[in-house]
């Protein structure tokens, strides 16, 4: 689940990361070299440039060539067109993080009919039969790690509240999920029930500061998305609560790390979209040559917190702005 704030790119933008991605090994078909084309859901986000990094370099290392093709704004539509024109460019494989479970269902069904291999990387379509495999984080697991985390930093008491983006989302819901089974471990915690934002940055903090201003017993929140981590850190701020209601986020940016740093959150889970990129590559080679390939593969996890967000463990995690950096 992305930002949606941060996804209202320019095009300029969206240009200027497709062609920092999308060297791939300098291959032309002429060569004989496996093709992957890399479909995100929108260009220019850290998330996704992430995958490609962690795509590129595990390209190189096994002799195929990558291409990074997206739209440069967050467009279903846009993005079935870049499938569309791929089924007559005939790739060996496409990896894509697809904008919507639904829409992409047509023009990746004829991709398939095509004899191109599709491999989800962070969301699949509602038509399981469609794509090879899934690379995801475990969402679940990522919503009781939260859950443990925060017990801890709020010492097992008071009420928390739950920030999502919007009801039925299946990622958030699952990390609502994971964080509400985990936190029934802790009796001296009461959960207060989730409120959506609507993945509004500016909605989250009000949120935010309307329910530390005006709940006492509050000791925790749960934003379960970068625009929810985000806002937060502002409602807080603006109610005069940072640090007595402890902040678990779930994803990682710049005002994020900026925040981590001021020791304005407690800590968030971070996902390994270079990990996700790497096995998305592995796995479409071994679907082309017709070997296995698991269809639901989850990619690693990590707490950060002030004290290890600088450390090389929870930095190989960290979104790239660009690759190698």
């Known amino acids: 689940m992305r930002n949606s704030t941060a996804l209202r790119l320019s095009a300029a933008a969206g240009v200027a990361a497709l062609a920092l991605t999308a060297c791939g090994s300098g291959a ?16 220019g986000i850290p998330f996704y440039n992430t995958v490609a990094c962690g795509a590129q370099e595990k390209a190189k290392e096994l002799g195929a060539k990558l291409d990074v093709q997206g739209p440069p704004e967050f467009d279903p539509a846009k993005q079935s067109a870049i499938v569309n024109a791929l089924v007559a460019d005939k790739p060996d494989a496409i990896m894509i993080s697809v904008a919507d479970s639904k829409a992409l269902i047509p023009p990746l069904k004829l991709a398939k009919a095509a004899g191109i291999k599709i491999i989800g990387v962070d969301g699949d379509v509602d038509d399981r039969s469609i794509m090879t495999t899934n690379i995801i984080s475990n969402n679940l697991k990522g919503g009781a790690l939260a859950a443990d985390e925060m017990a801890k930093a709020t010492g097992g008491k008071g009420e928390i509240m739950g920030l999502n983006n919007d009801p039925g989302n299946p990622l958030g819901e699952a990390r609502a999920k994971g964080f509400t089974d985990q936190l029934k471990k802790y009796p001296g915690m009461k959960y207060l029930g989730t409120q959506y934002s609507k993945n509004e940055t500016a909605k989250a903090s009000s949120i935010a500061s309307s329910a530390s201003s005006s709940n006492p017993r509050l000791t925790g929140i749960y934003a379960m998305s970068t625009t929810n981590s985000e806002g937060a850190v502002t409602g807080l701020r603006e109610s005069g609560r940072t640090g007595k209601v402890k902040l678990i986020g779930f994803d990682i940016s710049g005002p994020i790390e900026t925040a981590l740093n001021g020791k304005q959150m407690a800590g968030t889970i971070v996902q390994h979209p270079y990990q996700e990129g790497q096995i998305g590559v592995q796995s479409a080679l071994d679907a082309v040559a017709g070997k296995p390939v698991p269809r639901d593969q989850n990619s690693d996890l990590v707490f950060a917190t002030p004290e290890n967000l600088s450390t090389p463990e929870v930095q190989k995690y960290v979104y790239k702005k660009e690759c190698g950096k």
């Open 28 to 43: 032309d078909a002429a060569s004989g070299q496996k093709r992957i084309v890399y479909v995100p859901a929108v260009t």
